[in-house]
Structures are given as C-alpha cells and as structure tokens.
C-alpha cells in the first residue's frame, strides 16, 4: 500500500547529540514537509520541499535541518542548537502541482524525547 | 500574522450533533482543511473548501464563508470512535510555493455515552 513511514516511533536524544528523523513515501508526491506539534497547540511548519534537491525554512526553522536527494525521501536533523526538541514530529507530503488542491497526508510521527 | 481560533474543547453525547467553528485572520488564503488526529497519532484528511458553502461528506460536513473568515466542521450522529482532536488549517496562498498549511490548536471532542 501507498503511505508514508516515519521512524522510528520513538527516539531519545541526550544533550548535545544530533538525531536525524525518517521520512519516506512511496505516494510519488512531489512536495513533503516535516511539522512540529507540542501538547495543546498546533502543528507548526520546520521544513519543506517542493521538489528534489530543493526546501524551504517554515515558521520555526532553528536548530533544524533537512536534505532531499530523493524525490522519496526526506529525512529531519534536530541538531545540538534545538533547545527545547521535546515533541511530536511528523512527516506530510502532497502534490499541490496535480491542480487542484490536494490534501497533505501525513505519516504515523516520531516522538522525541530528552534524556 | 497568522491567526487561526477554534475552540479548545467540547464535549457532546453519543448519537448527538457537535459543530467546530473556526474563524481565521489571515494574509491569502486558498483553501481550508479539516483534520482528524486521534492521540498519539497521524492527522487524518476530512474535508476541504475553497468556495462559500456546505461541503457534505456523510456523517461529516463542513462549510465556509470567505468573507467572514469562518468555518465549521459538522459532526452528525456522533459515535464514541469520534472522539478526538479536530484541526482546522488555512491554505495560505505565497509567492514562493503552491501554498502551506497554517494550522489552528485543534479542539478535542470528547464522546460520552
């Protein structure tokens, strides 16, 4: 089946260690994007690629960084410089280029923790 | 800024009818989406509405008023599987990208028999 793998499920990071999060799809969706959510708030933008080798800054970018060499993969790095990356991260992609508006889908997220 | 409000929580009986309303301030939009999350999991897709009116989807309908900025998620004869949080999220239209996702805090439904 079509979809989208996030791994693992649950990662923990000790302070001053860099982990990267797993996102794949096989959806052959152009566009993917990794969000942030926090208990009792939205979910908010880090990162997204519209298109392979090629991303964008969101809305909360620092402390984060991203790469896509492949139009299926899109793998998160929370780096030493994100001071608070306790939360639930997840994984969308989409093709808004198909023409209308097509909806994100999103992956069965990671959960961060801090030791 | 962007600013996107719905409520944070309502609760409601089994078989009974529940509207999420949702109001938004912001700069382009191009569309409004409504999730499902249950705990601890993935955003599921509801409904969608670029134009004023009533989209209906089964148990579920959602309608919009541009000029309002607001919209709301209607939950008929819920079921006690309802129960979770909804999140409305407006498609900002950018010069730089086919549009993102501006998503509101969600309101948690809770279902009670």
């Known amino acids: 089946d079509g979809g989208i793998t996030q791994s693992p499920k649950y990662l923990f990071r000790k302070e001053g260690q860099n982990v990267t999060l797993s996102c794949e799809q096989n959806?052959?969706?152009?566009?993917m994007y990794w969000y942030r959510q926090d208990p009792g708030q939205g979910l908010r933008l880090i990162y997204y690629?519209?298109?392979?080798?090629?991303?964008q800054k969101g809305d909360i970018a620092e402390g984060y960084s991203v790469s896509r060499e492949k139009k299926e993969s899109f793998p998160l790095t929370v780096t030493s410089a994100q001071k608070n990356p306790t939360a639930f991260y997840l994984c969308?992609?989409?093709?808004?280029?198909?023409?209308?508006?097509?909806?994100?889908?999103f992956g069965d997220g990671t959960r961060l923790s801090i030791l | 800024g962007q600013n996107i409000d719905q409520p944070t929580e309502m609760t409601a009986t089994e078989g009974a009818i529940v509207q999420i309303n949702c109001t938004y301030q912001?700069?382009?939009?191009?569309?409004l989406f409504w999730y499902q999350q249950h705990a601890g999991e993935a955003p599921t897709f509801l409904s969608y509405?670029?134009?004023?009116g009533l989209e209906e989807k089964g148990r579920f309908s959602s309608f919009l008023s541009r000029s309002k900025g607001y919209s709301y998620l209607l939950l008929k004869e819920l079921q006690m599987k309802d129960s979770a949080s909804y999140l409305c999220?407006?498609?900002?239209?950018?010069?730089?990208?086919?549009?993102?996702?501006?998503f509101g805090a969600g309101t948690q439904v809770v279902v009670t028999p």
């Open positions: 912001t700069s382009g939009f191009n569309g």
């Open positions: 969308a992609s989409s093709n808004p280029g198909q023409g209308g508006f097509q909806p994100q889908h």
């Open positions: 509405n670029v134009l004023d």
């Open positions: 690629s519209q298109i392979v080798n090629d991303f």
């Open positions: 999220a407006v498609l900002l239209r950018t010069t730089d990208s086919w549009g993102k996702l501006q």
């Open positions: 959806l052959n969706h152009d566009a």
